[in-house]
């Protein structure tokens, strides 16, 4: 059995129990991607009637249930895990796809998307906490990562020691052709910096 996504035993009866109240014979679940390789990927998770089912689909069978994987998205799943909390309201349903918004690369990818990569992956989740985001313009002839900040980043005066201090040095240890990062941002728009 090929294994697209990993669905944990709580999360497969969780799911079982769903389709059996839904009483549509061969009624199985669907897993796909919105946009994905974007920042508003979105790992969705849908009832499937036979009649739903995508000719590229890929079938992953489990014990008690059917999911059919959209072939597309199958990249952009490495790694992802649904799983199933049970509480005292019931439980929560989660899905969890680290490589949604960028499918996982490796020594071999182009430089470039192995910096969108660290970006998306360890970099901006930092950033975010105050609002900020860091994009790759381009990376030059001479391995230097051009990069934008926004958000919270924009303007923000602490932004030269992020700059240095966090992304450079990811990206220099990380990505053996990055010599150096340069910002590009025009940080006298302070509107929403975070330190001003």
């Known amino acids: 059995m090929t294994t697209y996504v990993t669905i944990t035993p709580d999360a497969e009866d969780y799911l079982a129990q769903l389709l059996e109240k839904q009483n549509v014979e061969g009624?199985?679940?669907?897993v796909f991607i919105t946009q994905p390789g974007t920042k508003y990927a979105e790992t969705c998770l849908a009832y499937c009637r036979p009649e739903e089912?995508?000719?590229?689909?890929?079938l992953q069978q489990m014990d008690k249930l059917r999911v059919f994987v959209e072939a597309m998205s199958i990249p952009y799943l490495d790694e992802a895990v649904i799983d199933f909390a049970k509480d005292r309201m019931g439980g929560q349903l989660t899905i969890k796809a680290p490589n949604a918004k960028m499918p996982k690369v490796t020594d071999d990818s182009p430089v470039e998307e192995r910096i969108n990569y660290l970006l998306y992956t360890e970099i901006n989740p930092g950033l975010a906490s105050h609002g900020g985001e860091v994009s790759l313009v381009e990376f030059t002839d001479d391995g230097i990562a051009i990069l934008k900040f926004g958000g919270g980043c924009?303007?923000?005066s602490a932004v030269d020691m992020t700059l240095k201090d966090?992304?450079?040095?990811?990206?220099?240890?990380?990505?053996p052709?990055?010599?150096?990062?340069?910002?590009?941002?025009?940080?006298?728009q302070t509107d929403n910096a975070y330190f001003r």
């Open 166 to 175: 966090g992304v450079e040095a990811s990206l220099v240890a990380k990505v």
């Open 177 to 188: 052709e990055v010599q150096g990062v340069r910002d590009v941002t025009d940080h006298t």
């Open 53 to 58: 089912v995508h000719e590229s689909d890929e």
């Open 27 to 30: 009624m199985a679940v669907r």
């Open 154 to 156: 924009q303007g923000c």
